[in-house]
């Protein structure tokens, strides 16, 4: 590496890290100079980074600089690309340890949920260096002699990515490497959440040798600010596709935007992710299954479970086992052990959404069956609590009950700490509530029985469905996406999201020497004889 990593950031309580943009292969500063400070969520004392508030002018930038190098990327070989990608692939290796406690230092993800996201980043890269080898297009048969039919995979230009926090490595590595893959170049304006992180991801794919102009990384906010500026510049034609990770309110303006343009553009967006468990469930790897999906990164995951759907029979002992396992969950600063399952929210909005959402449950009629809500602080905290608790936002996990799906409980996203609970009645009642949402990104199924779960699988509305699993865990040549209001069907990762970075491009190649046309001069062999059919009365 040109610069080590470790004299930027040591993951731990080293000096503010000065971030920079990224723009045509140098670092700079925002036009206006401006600057915002990224605060660690365990510790909002601690300034992680320093980091450039951009605007307009920068972002606008940043795109003519990849309009720039757009066509010299996309004449690179592909094989050549791959290789780029897989020198990311070793170096993020190298900094494993690194990076992960930059996650938990930033955004207060357990260091073991850290390490997996960084791990996704590393599949990721092996995966997309390989298929720099691959980038298939077809050979197709003509209907007539001496003419060759093919299909070649084009890049689309300019790439602009925006993406939330709570994955701040693993979301922009299924973006950013098969963009930079299949030829495209890439404006990636990160979020607000997880600057410093993006800065390091973006140092290690400069020292990668991704060639000036091809990765530029513009700092800033979203509404009013960098986020907003990527798309005026679609409306500018500066960008020719734009991929988003975030709340599904940002998504329907990303996609008016991306519309009126005549662009696809790829959106992730929020869950409210259901998980079942039938009667004939293993009940201990449910609750275990239920407990990390639910409450694991503070309910901070597009795919964490929203609505827990329990079949009467098994739901007082089902109840009974979860809070159980509720009672023991370690809380706390992740920064301070590996034994936590969650650590703060990460931001002050997350946490007071979270809040909010104590009084629809109770304006919905609900039960908690929880017995402390709301924040934590020093005063008021689970006795295993470890650190302190007023240096981050930490909230108590909660439990709802008596939840059915006409409850806005039931419908909306919250995004933290949270489950509520549906009961139902076999398994057909069970898949309508588990579709009772107007999202469909993940959902699960827990059931010894082949025919539910062939039911289960046929009969939801999701991208995603784990059988015996959590809602969580994607793998890195999995698609990875939802539909209704948890994204267009556009899919991340493996070969799928290739089509989201790529258009099709059809060639003829007519050797005869003379005009033939399709359809109107070829010789099919039939007699144009109308058949008899009297034969048939
Ligand atoms: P958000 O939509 O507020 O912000 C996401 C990104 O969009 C940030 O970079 C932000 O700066 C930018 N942004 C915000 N407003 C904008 C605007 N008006 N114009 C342009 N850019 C704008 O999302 P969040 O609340 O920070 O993140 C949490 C949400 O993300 C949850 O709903 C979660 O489910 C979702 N999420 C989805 C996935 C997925 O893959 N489906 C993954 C992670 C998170």
């Given at each position: 590496m040109a610069r080590k990593l470790e004299?930027?950031?040591?993951?731990?309580?080293?000096?503010?890290?000065?971030?920079?943009?990224?723009?045509?292969?140098?670092?700079?500063?925002?036009?206006?100079?401006?600057?915002?400070?990224?605060?660690?969520?365990?510790?909002?004392?601690?300034?992680?980074?320093?980091?450039?508030?951009?605007?307009?002018?920068?972002?606008?930038?940043?795109?003519?600089?990849?309009?720039?190098?757009?066509?010299?990327w996309a004449a690179t070989p592909a094989p050549v690309r791959g290789a780029i990608i897989g020198r990311i692939g070793e170096a993020i290796v190298q900094y494993k340890e690194l990076l992960s406690r930059v996650v938990c230092r930033e955004i207060g993800k357990s260091m073991r949920e850290s390490r997996g996201e960084?791990?996704?980043?590393?599949?990721?890269?092996?995966?997309?260096?390989?298929?720099?080898?691959?980038?298939?297009?077809?050979?197709?048969?003509?209907?007539?002699?001496?003419?060759?039919?093919?299909?070649?995979?084009?890049?689309?230009?300019?790439?602009?990515?925006?993406?939330?926090?709570?994955?701040p490595m693993a979301v922009p590595s299924w973006k950013i490497l098969p963009a930079l893959l299949c030829g495209n170049t890439v404006v990636w304006k990160p979020s607000e959440d997880a600057p410093v992180i993006a800065y390091l991801f973006g140092r290690i794919m400069e020292d990668a040798r991704v060639p000036a102009g091809v990765l530029n990384i513009v700092h800033g906010s979203g509404a009013g600010g960098a986020g907003a500026a990527v798309l005026e510049c679609v409306d500018k034609g500066l960008i020719q596709k734009v991929s988003f990770t975030g709340s599904t309110e940002v998504g329907r303006k990303v996609g008016e935007v991306c519309g009126r343009n005549l662009q696809i553009p790829s959106l992730e967006l929020g869950g409210k992710n259901p998980l079942v468990v039938l009667r004939d469930a293993d009940l201990d790897v449910a609750v275990e299954g239920a407990l990390f999906s639910g409450y694991g990164t503070a309910g901070q995951r597009c795919t964490s479970l929203g609505n827990l759907i329990l079949d009467k029979p098994i739901a007082a002992e089902f109840k009974k086992r979860l809070l159980a396992r509720i009672s023991e969950i370690q809380i706390g600063d992740v920064t301070q052990g590996e034994d936590m399952l969650y650590g703060p929210m990460i931001n002050e909005r997350f946490g007071n959404n979270f809040l909010k959402h104590l009084d629809m449950g109770k304006e919905d009629g609900a039960t908690l069956l929880t017995t402390q809500h709301g924040r934590i602080t020093n005063e008021n905290k689970p006795a295993n609590f470890v650190g302190d608790a007023d240096a981050g936002f930490y909230v108590f996990p909660t439990l709802w009950d008596g939840v059915t799906a006409?409850?806005?409980?039931?419908?909306?996203?919250?995004?933290?700490?949270?489950?509520?609970?549906?009961?139902?009645?076999?398994?057909?009642?069970?898949?309508?509530?588990?579709?009772?949402?107007?999202?469909?990104?993940?959902?699960?199924?827990?059931?010894?029985?082949?025919?539910?779960?062939?039911?289960?699988?046929?009969?939801?509305?999701?991208?995603?469905?784990?059988?015996?699993?959590?809602?969580?865990?994607?793998?890195?040549?999995?698609?990875?996406?939802?539909?209704?209001?948890?994204?267009?069907?556009?899919?991340?990762?493996?070969?799928?999201?290739?089509?989201?970075?790529?258009?099709?491009?059809?060639?003829?190649?007519?050797?005869?020497?003379?005009?033939?046309?399709?359809?109107i001069d070829v010789d099919f062999g039939d007699t144009h004889e109308p058949t008899d059919m009297s034969a048939l009365d």
């Open positions: 004299t930027v950031a040591n993951g731990d309580f080293t000096p503010t890290v000065v971030v920079k943009n990224f723009i045509g292969g140098e670092e700079r500063e925002a036009k206006a100079g401006e600057r915002f400070e990224s605060v660690s969520a365990s510790h909002r004392v601690d300034v992680v980074g320093s980091v450039p508030l951009s605007s307009a002018a920068d972002v606008e930038e940043a795109c003519r600089v990849a309009g720039a190098a757009a066509a010299s960084v791990q996704e980043a590393i599949d990721t890269a092996h995966f997309f260096q390989a298929e720099g080898r691959r980038l298939y297009g077809q050979t197709v048969n003509s209907e007539m002699p001496n003419k060759e039919l093919f299909t070649y995979r084009r890049p689309l230009g300019v790439a602009a990515m925006i993406t939330a926090g709570n994955f006409d409850m806005k409980l039931a419908q909306t996203e919250v995004f933290g700490p949270v489950i509520t609970v549906m009961e139902v009645d076999g398994i057909d009642e069970a898949i309508e509530a588990a579709n009772c949402a107007p999202y469909g990104l993940s959902s699960a199924c827990y059931t010894m029985n082949p025919t539910h779960i062939l039911k289960f699988k046929n009969g939801i509305r999701a991208g995603m469905t784990s059988i015996n699993n959590t809602t969580n865990g994607a793998e890195a040549h999995l698609p990875f996406g939802g539909c209704g209001w948890s994204g267009n069907g556009t899919r991340e990762s493996g070969v799928w999201v290739i089509d989201a970075y790529t258009r099709w491009h059809a060639v003829n190649e007519d050797l005869a020497g003379k005009l033939q046309l399709a359809q």
